[in-house]
Each structure stands twice: as structure tokens, then as C-alpha cells.
């Protein structure tokens, strides 16, 4: 729920009997587990579990490695040109991440310019662009980005944001060594933390800290902790060794089975081992060797029929079939949310259930240890390691038409939130402000900066949002409106060169869905937006490229695509006159003005007029400068545009002067003198100067 405020949600208190139909433990609190997309660090909160459990072996190992010298300087090599790197490598499940966390809250302070979070693995298994990455690392680091700028650019630019700060970058789920290496900045003041499933080779001066299981100890402590009120690990550390044995000592699978007991207060150790034992370790509908075909990365085929093997899975079934059918349905619906980030308002129309509902349903989830906390309050992960999970259970549970229908109360509530997000920018009393007010208060904004401040924080995952969409291909019309919501709001809350970088990505979008829908008219827009882009970036090459697509799309569209036909010719000829080749620029500016003239349209034919005049003014063809400013000066006429049409005047006169008409020039600047002066012209705080410089001009011709 969005408060008309701005603030998160105030936590209701609740019954075990919650709305939700889950039952939760009354003496659980959020688990502070804080991952996401890149941004500054902030100090996590502490959670109401007691704080990180066990690995102070590996933590010491970390902090050893943090200390101590390279791994080039026994060798008596040269110490390499970047940060240190330190790598924790595990499992998915092996509590790499939270390790990880634990490691940057105990060396913050070491690194007073701040740490940044990237994560390179998308949750369907897909590795993030390096360009992704450098330009969402940059915008955290409120360093200007050019928009479109390539990959080399972007990673430069990071580099040199790095160089020198005393700053720490933690990178989560590291797909391959080129991702890192790709990100590495210069110089050894930063410091490099990466989290990966297995070693990174070929990457140089890493230290690498390899997870297993947590000691039985330490496993045992994390059980309690998340067990809720009653003493049944305590009294019975038989049954709690053979769980934390069952569960290979992996945290993620631990952390699930304590919050299934829970949510049982009345069950037992012994009772939750043997529902453990009894699960398969292979889901519904998967290959026995644990493959599941078209799914993202899943654990690898178990060696041997250990009681260990993949408790994850049998950890997550347990949990899964002991939820309400509402409850379990949510949680599966996850499997969809765009960048594995989800908040109430994602999740209510996912489920299609109030928002009040979904918020306390999340809650519970975070409990359950199904869902982790962010640094956005009000928006929760699915932890990378039940995301591959929870879209096998989704596949063989629910139909594909209930699926897509999901996703698309998904996407319309993303564009309700979007247009009132704009609106709230918007000044008071205007259509969109009247029309945000008769929304549901759930979805409207109180000021503006509430608004910009949800935009800011929900921006990664209404970009993923847009991008699965546009590349779904059923779901077309919905990712047209989303990407133009979007684009609005941005446009609506950021500057024109905060928000460049983003419509960019939003704009390369559209042409795939559109040329796909025969959609020409919006594909030539689309294109059009891009290369005035390019223009603003100083790209013009590429501009005349998108120009160029865009014409051809617009001449697809027939008659309705003539505007912007004649906008693209302009356009065409605008960049080829920055690139000075007048006459290229003059010639797509004549087939511009043929194709306006054609249709009517006086005002381009004026501004085409005036252009063409413009470039034969710069080359010194005085008698072609003077019919085009002539032309122009007629066009202005007939509109009634004073200011237009002495300025056209002006440039007439100058065309005559350059011809050696010296007596003509003086009489069009008394006409455009004339006309300056005469009421309603819009040209009163400028009369004065145009007075004295035809004054100044005239009086040296008489003498």
C-alpha cells in the first residue's frame, strides 16, 4: 500500500488466525536480510532473530584476507592494477548472501565512501549485462550518464567514479569471471566482495571463502532462533541434530524448516524431521535428475541418495504444502515478479486480493523465511536460491491462462500507479490531479515527492517489468502502456538529463513489440524519440540511422504516418546540417517541405521555409536564401505569427544586403521596424534595441 504520505505501511496487529490464512508466530519479527539492486549503503536494522548465526571461522577468514597482503606480493609479482577481490563462494542456499551482508556490516565503517550493491544474475538464471550493471552502479552513485552510451563508455565511467574512494562493491550471484573482471575498478582503494556459486578463474588477487553447511552447533542456535517461542529445539537436541543433519546444515533450508515449526507451535522436532524425510527432493513435474527443462538455474543432479540430498527442495515443498491454498498460491504467483522485487501492491494483483491483504501476507512470507527484506521499506526479494524453485511449482500448478492473466493484473496495476505517480507532479487543479483524486487511496500520492520518492525506489522493477514484458509477445498492449507510463512519469519527476539515460532503455524497447503488432506509426515514433536522443548525446551517426528507420516505418503507416514522415525528414536534415554537409541538410529539407506543403500543414511549411533559408545563408547564396526567407515571411503572414514573420523579415534583409541590394534591405527592415511596433506583435521588449540598431544601420548608409 502506497500511504498518502509517502511512508511505509504501519504494521497491523494480528491474531493467529490472520487474514492472510497463515498462522504466525506472535514473537517473530522482519528478518533484516537487505539485498537488491545497487544502491548506497545503508546500516541494516536489527532483526528481530538475534542476529547473524554461526560462519565466524569464515568471517575471520574474510577479515584476514581484507588485512593481509596480496596474493601477487609473495610472489614477488607486481600488485595488480585493481581493488582486492573477496570471494565467497557456496551452493544457492548455503547462505552465501547473508554471510556476505554480515561481512559489510562489520567493515563499513572501514570504507567511509560507501557500498554499493549490484546483483549479476537475473532470478530466471539470466547474467545482467555488464552494461546494465555500470550504468545502475553509476545512477547510484549520482554520476551523469549519457543516454545510450555503450558498454566501454559506461564501464570507463565507473571505473573512474571508483578510482580512489574508499568504497566497497558488493556484487551478488556472479554468473562468470568476465562479469567481475568487466567491473573491476581501478587503483587498490576499493575493496571487491563477490558472492558466486563456485571459484572465479582467471580472475586475479581473489581470496576465495568456500561455504558448506554450518556447523551443528551453529545450525542448532539458528533453528531456535527462528522457531518460535516454545523450547521444543532445546528440550529435544536429538531431533534437532538429525534436522540440521537432514538439512545438510544449509541455511536456506534450515531457516524454512524452523518457520514451518513456527507456524506449528503445537508440532515437534521429531515430527517436523519425519515430514522432512518423507518429501521427495524432486518437484512436481521435474526430471528425476533434477533438471527442469526451460527453467532457470536449478541445484545440480545429487551423486548419491544421501538423506541431505537437495533439502532445499524437500525444505520448500514442506513449507509449501503446509500453507492455506490462498497463501500458497501467492507465494508460487512470486515466481513472477519482475526482478525477483515485490511489495503489496505487486502481490495483490498477482493473487488478484485486496492490498491489505497481500501486505500481510508478505509479512508472513518474511517470517516464514520464504521472502528477505530490502533497503526500500515496503519491498521485499525472493531469495535467488527458491526463485528457479517456486517457477516450477507455478508451471505445474497453475494453468497458462491463469499465469498470463496474473501477469496482466500485474502489469495495469503498475500503469494505474504509474499515471498517478505523474499526476501528482502535476499542479493542483488540473485534469490529471482531478482525475487522480477519484482513485482509490491505495493507489494515489499526497505530493509530489512521495511520488518521486516511489518511483525512485520501485525503479528497477517496473524496468524489468517493461523489458519481460515487451519480450513476452502476448502481452503487447499492456507493454506499450506500461513503457508510456513510465516514460511520462520519469519525465514528469526527473530533469531532462536524469531522465535520458532511462527513457533510452525504455524507447529501444518499443520497435520489437510494434514492428510485431504492425504498429508503424508507434514504431516511428519510437524511433524518433530515440534519435533525438542520440542528438542530445552527440551521436549523430547513430541518429541518422534511427531517422532514417523511423521514415520507413512512418511511410509504412500510409497517410496517417505523414506527420511524422515530414518529422523525420527534418530531423534528417537537422543533423546533417550539424554535421555540415549543407547539402544534404537542404535536400531532406526540401523533401520535407514538398511532403508539408502537400498536406497543408502552414506552420512546418513556414519553420521548413526558414531552415532551408538558414543553410543557403551560410553558404552565401544570397538569391536562394532570399526566396526561402521570402516564402518563409508569406507563411508567417498568413499564420498571423508576428514574431515569425519579422524575423523572417530580418533574414530577408540580410539576404538582400548580401546580394548588394543595399536600398532593398533598408526598406524591409523598416517594414519589419513597422511591424515590430504594432500592437499585440509580442515583440514590445525587443523594440527598443531593434529601434536603435535600424537607427545605427541607417544613419551609416546616409553618411
Avoid at 500500500?1 to 492472510?20: C, F, K, L, Y
Avoid at 524454512?256 to 518423507?278: K, Q, T, Y
Amino acid at each position: 500500500m502506497v500511504p498518502e504520505d509517502g511512508a511505509t505501511a504501519p504494521r497491523r496487529s494480528r491474531s493467529r488466525d490472520d487474514p492472510a490464512g497463515v498462522n504466525y508466530p506472535r514473537s517473530v519479527t522482519d528478518q533484516a536480510v537487505h539485498t537488491g539492486g545497487p544502491t548506497p549503503y545503508t546500516a541494516p536494522e536489527a532483526d528481530g532473530f538475534g542476529g547473524f548465526v554461526g560462519r565466524r571461522c569464515e568471517l575471520a577468514r574474510l577479515r584476514a584476507d581484507l588485512e593481509g597482503e596480496g596474493l601477487d606480493a609473495p610472489a614477488g609479482r607486481p600488485a595488480a592494477p585493481h581493488g582486492r577481490v573477496l570471494l565467497v563462494a557456496g551452493r544457492p542456499g548455503s547462505g552465501r548472501t547473508a554471510l556476505a551482508e554480515e561481512f559489510v556490516r562489520q567493515v563499513a565503517a572501514d570504507h567511509p565512501d560507501g557500498v554499493l550493491r549490484a546483483r549479476l544474475t537475473d532470478p530466471d538464471g539470466t547474467p545482467v549485462p555488464t552494461e546494465r550493471t555500470a550504468r545502475d552502479l553509476l545512477r547510484a552513485l549520482g554520476r551523469p550518464v549519457r543516454a545510450g552510451a555503450g558498454e566501454r563508455e559506461l564501464v570507463e565511467a565507473l571505473r573512474a567514479a571508483l578510482t580512489g574512494r574508499r568504497a566497497l562493491l558488493l556484487l551478488d550471484e556472479v554468473a562468470t569471471p568476465g562479469q567481475l573482471t568487466d567491473l573491476l575498478p581501478d587503483g587498490r582503494a576499493p575493496l571487491v566482495l563477490a558472492v558466486s556459486r563456485g571459484p572465479l578463474t582467471g580472475v586475479p588477487d581473489v581470496r576465495p571463502c568456500t561455504l558448506g553447511g554450518l556447523d551443528t552447533e551453529s545450525a542448532v542456535a539458528l533453528l531456535a532462533r527462528r522457531a518460535g517461542e516454545t523450547p521444543r529445539v532445546t528440550v529435544d537436541p536429538r531431533a534437532a541434530e538429525c534436522l540440521v543433519e537432514a538439512c545438510g546444515g544449509r541455511p536456506a533450508a534450515l531457516v524454512l524448516v524452523a518457520g514451518w515449526l513456527a507456524a506449528h507451535p503445537m508440532a515437534s522436532v521429531a515430527e517436523a524431521v519425519r515430514r522432512f524425510g518423507d518429501l521427495p527432493d524432486t518437484l512436481p513435474g521435474e526430471p528425476a535428475d533434477g533438471i527442469a527443462r526451460g527453467v532457470g538455474r536449478l541445484p545440480r543432479p545429487r551423486t548419491h541418495p544421501a538423506p541431505a540430498a537437495r533439502p532445499l527442495v524437500r525444505a520448500l515443498l514442506l513449507m509449501h504444502g503446509s500453507l492455506p491454498p490462498p497463501a500458497a498460491r501467492t507465494l508460487r504467483l512470486l515466481a513472477l515478479a519482475p526482478a525477483g522485487l515485490v511489495d503489496a501492491h505487486t502481490a495483490a494483483a498477482l493473487a488478484g486480493c485486496p492490498v491489505d491483504t497481500a501486505a500481510a501476507t508478505l509479512e508472513g512470507f518474511v517470517r516464514l523465511g520464504l521472502l528477505r527484506t530490502t533497503v526500500v521499506p515496503g519491498q521485499y526479494e525472493v531469495p535467488g536460491c527458491l526463485a528457479p524453485l517456486l517457477t516450477v511449482l507455478l508451471r505445474e500448478s497453475e494453468r497458462p491462462a491463469e499465469v498470463q492473466l496474473a501477469r496482466a493484473r500485474m502489469l495495469e496495476r503498475a500503469v494505474r500507479l504509474l499515471r498517478s505517480c505523474r499526476a501528482a507532479a502535476e499542479p493542483s487543479g488540473s485534469p490529471a490531479r482531478r482525475e487522480m483524486a477519484g482513485l482509490p487511496r491505495a493507489l494515489r500520492f499526497a505530493t509530489p515527492a512521495a511520488a518521486a520518492g516511489w518511483l525512485d525506489s520501485r525503479l528497477p522493477a517496473l524496468r524489468a517489468a517493461a523489458g519481460l514484458a515487451a519480450r513476452d509477445g502476448e502481452l503487447d498492449t499492456l507493454a506499450r502502456r506500461l513503457v508510456s507510463a513510465l516514460t511520462r512519469a520519469l519525465s514528469a519527476h526527473l530533469r531532462p538529463d536524469e531522465a535520458a539515460p532511462e527513457l533510452y532503455r525504455l524507447y529501444e524497447l518499443l520497435p520489437p513489440v510494434t514492428a510485431r503488432r504492425g504498429l508503424h506509426g508507434e514504431r516511428a515514433a519510437a524511433l524518433l524519440a530515440l534519435g533525438d536522443l542520440d542528438v542530445r548525446a552527440d551521436r549523430p551517426r547513430g541518429a541518422l540511422t534511427r531517422y532514417r528507420a523511423a521514415l520507413e516505418a512512418a511511410r509504412a503507416a500510409g497517410e496517417r504516418g505523414a506527420g511524422m514522415a515530414a518529422r523525420a525528414m527534418e530531423s534528417l536534415g537537422d543533423t546533417y546540417a550539424h554535421l555540415g554537409d549543407r547539402a544534404r541538410a537542404t535536400d531532406w529539407y526540401g523533401r520535407a517541405l514538398a511532403l508539408c506543403q502537400s498536406r497543408g500543414d502552414l506552420a512546418a511549411e513556414a519553420r521548413l521555409h526558414g531552415l532551408i533559408g538558414a543553410e543557403h545563408l551560410r553558404e552565401g547564396y544570397w538569391e536562394e536564401a532570399l526566396r526561402a526567407w521570402r516564402a518563409a515571411a508569406a507563411a508567417y503572414r498568413r499564420l498571423k505569427d508576428g514574431r515569425g514573420y519579422v524575423r523572417a523579415l530580418e533574414e530577408v534583409a540580410r539576404a538582400q544586403e548580401g546580394a548588394g541590394r543595399t536600398e532593398e534591405s533598408l526598406r524591409t527592415r523598416r517594414e519589419a521596424l513597422r511591424w515590430a511596433r504594432r500592437p499585440g506583435s509580442g515583440l514590445s521588449d525587443g523594440l527598443n534595441r531593434r529601434e536603435v540598431a535600424y537607427e545605427m544601420y541607417s544613419g551609416e548608409h546616409k553618411n
